[in-house]
């Protein structure tokens, strides 16, 4: 069974720095892409960066480039993103996912996902 679980959101305020960090389980992710999503409230779900699990390629949405680096950890199976300069337009539940083939940034091509974590950014 895939397991993605997520962790390391919370309460920052602006300016700040958070690491979020994926714990994926229960099969090989090898050739997967594993994205960060993010969703506030009234919101649709949005891209947020993206790397691949076999390679060093990553993907930033324009939002949190240059803030934010996706990495990943093949011994401990993780992937993290850690985020800085952060701003209260960051403020959303952050999504852990693994999908294979399209787009990196398009959600519907992400086959298993966590449950998400809070991030909340005061002003």
């Known amino acids: 069974q895939v397991q993605l679980v997520e962790s390391g959101g919370g309460l920052v305020q602006a300016g700040g720095s958070l690491r979020l960090s994926c714990a994926a389980s229960g099969r090989s992710f090898s050739g997967y892409y594993m994205g960060w999503f993010r969703q506030a409230p009234g919101k649709d779900r949005e891209f947020v960066a993206a790397i691949r699990w076999s390679s060093d390629l990553r993907f930033y949405a324009d939002s949190v480039k240059g803030r934010s680096t996706i990495s990943r950890d093949n011994a401990k199976n993780t992937v993290d993103l850690q985020m800085n300069s952060l701003k209260p337009e960051d403020t959303a539940v952050y999504y852990c996912?693994?999908?294979?083939?399209?787009?990196?940034?398009?959600?519907?091509?992400?086959?298993?996902w966590g449950q998400g974590t809070q991030v909340t950014v005061s002003s």
């Open positions: 996912a693994a999908g294979l083939g399209g787009w990196y940034g398009d959600a519907a091509r992400y086959a298993y």
